[in-house]
């Protein structure tokens, strides 16, 4: 699309929306051209992301939405649906041409029902404001996102994100009772919320990790949870991250949720809890809450699980200290100015595979070249297994050379997981970066099953293109 193409594209939607509702200033066009992606992060501070959208649109409602994807897909114009941008996978880097719709005005509590336990949202609404909105009534999602301040309930929605305490209260596919979504030529469908139903598949989840390929979710309603009457926290020390999952495990298996079980390997506990770590110590984070009678009993069934595994108690301090600190995480940017690589990999795994995963995923990375650190916490578990978020940091000796060492060291982590058992992402998403082992996740024959249902709601292909899905080759 040239520039007299992108005219008419600003222009209707100028007619449509309003003038007001319609940007491409640059600063506009700048903010909405990527998400917190390394890569795109590493391009736009060496001047190389020069892609931008033709225009933003805010809307203010579903309606609104559903004009605009009606306009769009009658013009055949890409859509790339924007939440708060804080997608750290490629999910947003909208080309030319390019319409973006920004849904932050979208950012109401419309309903807190508390005889049924459910609040309805708008999809722009950013977490945390919902969060506090909650809390003033004496309620809670019970979900705590690390970008809880920066994201979207939609995109929670979008990317089947999972939130710190999710070990009690569920991930966004737990929590989610109904939505609203536009569909890509503009008509709107409806989830009703109940709490459980034997109607046919689940649309829910034809939308749960959908990433902004099958439409735009423009409403939510989550269940929601009294705020807990009384919250208990332990930390223990653990000679070796082995013994540490085991005692999870031990935990998880005997029936217990504690919403908080973070175990941090050796590297990470000198990096996080240093001031209260001895030699290589691995500290597990446990957090109880609920019931005054249930967190005691809880708290004590996991002490003895811990001590069981050779555990030692460290105290409360390490708890306090991660949860006045969780969220505050520094910018790409600054370790880029350092000639720094990095970034963060969740995956996950039964939990008889989960310990041959950590070490292998481990050992893989460090075979890349100027590779410094590779480290790894696991913070969402599972009767059936758990997570592990790796770290790795790599300074290359030639700056020219960051980003295939930065991609060598998903590859390694990707093939080791897959070796192992494991899967490709637990709650980050796909976006551009791991598209393309869909195929090793799914087998080609559920990748088949997927792009059916983007060919039959998006036959169009102006969905987000090339996020979640690579192209079938020819």
């Not at 030529?185 to 099958?214: N, Q, W, Y």
């Not at 935990?251 to 001031?275: I, N």
Request: proline letters at 5%; hydrophobic letters at 40%; charged letters at 20%.
């Amino acid at each position: 699309m040239g520039e007299g193409g992108n005219r008419r594209v600003r222009d209707d939607l100028c007619r449509l929306l309003g003038r007001e509702r319609v940007s491409w200033t640059e600063e506009a066009l700048a903010t909405h051209a990527r998400d917190t992606w390394f890569l795109s992060v590493l391009r736009a501070e060496r001047g190389i992301l020069v892609d931008r959208p033709t225009c933003v649109v805010t809307p203010e409602d579903t309606a609104e939405v559903a004009a605009v994807l009606a306009y769009a897909s009658r013009e055949r114009v890409p859509v790339v649906p924007f939440g708060g941008g804080s997608g750290v996978c490629g999910g947003v880097l909208p080309g030319p041409g390019t319409l973006v719709i920004d849904l932050r005005r979208m950012d109401r509590l419309l309903e807190l029902n508390e005889t049924a336990l459910r609040a309805r949202a708008q999809a722009g609404m950013i977490g945390s404001v919902l969060e506090e909105g909650l809390n003033a009534r004496g309620y809670s999602m019970g979900n705590f996102p690390q970008s809880i301040e920066l994201s979207t309930v939609g995109g929670w929605v979008a990317t089947r994100a999972a939130g710190q305490f999710s070990t009690r209260y569920g991930s966004t596919e737990d929590i989610l009772l109904g939505l609203e979504v536009v569909l890509p030529d503009g008509r709107i469908a409806r989830v009703k919320a109940t709490p459980r139903r034997s109607a046919g598949p689940d649309l829910r989840h034809l939308f749960l990790g959908s990433e902004g390929t099958l439409g735009v979710v423009t409403e939510v309603t989550f269940r929601v949870f009294p705020l807990p009457e009384s919250r208990k926290m332990l930390c223990y020390a653990f000679a070796d991250f082995d013994s540490g999952l085991e005692a999870i495990r031990t935990v998880l298996r005997a029936g217990w949720k504690p919403p908080v079980l973070r175990l941090y390997d050796g590297a990470e506990t000198a990096r996080h809890f240093g001031q209260w770590a001895n030699d290589d110590a691995c500290f597990l984070l446990v957090l109880s809450e609920g019931p005054v009678a249930l967190t005691a009993v809880e708290a004590e069934a996991c002490h003895g699980a811990c001590t069981a595994m050779g555990g030692t108690a460290v105290g409360e301090q390490p708890v306090q200290h991660w949860l006045a600190e969780r969220n505050h995480v520094p910018s790409f940017e600054s370790f880029i100015n350092k000639g720094l690589v990095l970034d963060t990999i969740e995956v996950a795994a039964g939990w008889d595979h989960i310990h041959d995963l950590y070490r292998e995923v481990v050992a893989a990375v460090r075979t890349v070249a100027d590779v410094l650190v590779v480290s790894g916490h696991s913070s969402h578990s599972y009767p059936q297994g758990t997570n592990i978020y790796f770290t790795f940091v790599a300074r290359p000796q030639d700056a020219a050379n960051a980003e295939a060492t930065y991609l060598a060291c998903w590859e390694q982590t990707m093939q080791a997981t897959l070796r192992c058992g494991g899967s490709i992402a637990h709650h980050h998403g796909i976006g551009r970066v791991r598209s393309r082992w869909m195929a090793a996740e799914h087998g080609e024959e559920g990748l088949s099953v997927l792009r059916a249902i983007k060919g039959a709601l998006d036959p169009h292909g102006i969905m987000n293109p090339g996020v979640l899905l690579d192209e079938p080759k020819d």
